[in-house]
């Protein structure tokens, strides 16, 4: 059974940064890849960032200059590291998986931008 946990949610000021954690089991992140996601209120949700299986990161436009996605194999986590955030970064932020064409979600970290 796949599972995602994030973590590392919170309020903060614009311009102050933010690390999210998000630890997975039943799955290795070096055979699947995984990203994030995120979801504003009353927005669809889209994604942030993703890392393939062989670590490559790939970026949205939204915030390819101010996140930056990394992972501990060994700790079977992968990380987002958001810097100079915005009031329109305020969201849910998930991480995701896909296995064998099947999609797993985390529960979803809260993410409030607010000056």
């Known amino acids: 059974q796949v599972r995602l946990v994030e973590s590392g949610g919170g309020s903060v000021l614009p311009g102050e940064s933010l690390r999210l954690s998000c630890v997975a089991s039943g799955m290795s992140i070096n055979v699947w890849g995984m990203g994030w996601y995120r979801q504003a209120p009353g927005k669809e949700r889209e994604w942030v960032a993703v890392?393939?299986?062989?670590?490559?990161?790939y970026y949205s436009e939204a915030m390819k200059d101010r996140c930056i996605i990394s992972r501990d194999v060994a700790k079977n986590e992968i990380y987002l590291q958001m810097d100079s955030l915005e009031l329109e970064d305020t969201a849910v932020y998930y991480c995701n998986t896909a296995v064998e064409g099947t999609m797993f979600w985390g529960q979803g970290a809260q993410v409030t931008v607010s000056s």
């Open positions: 890392m393939d299986s062989r670590g490559r990161p």
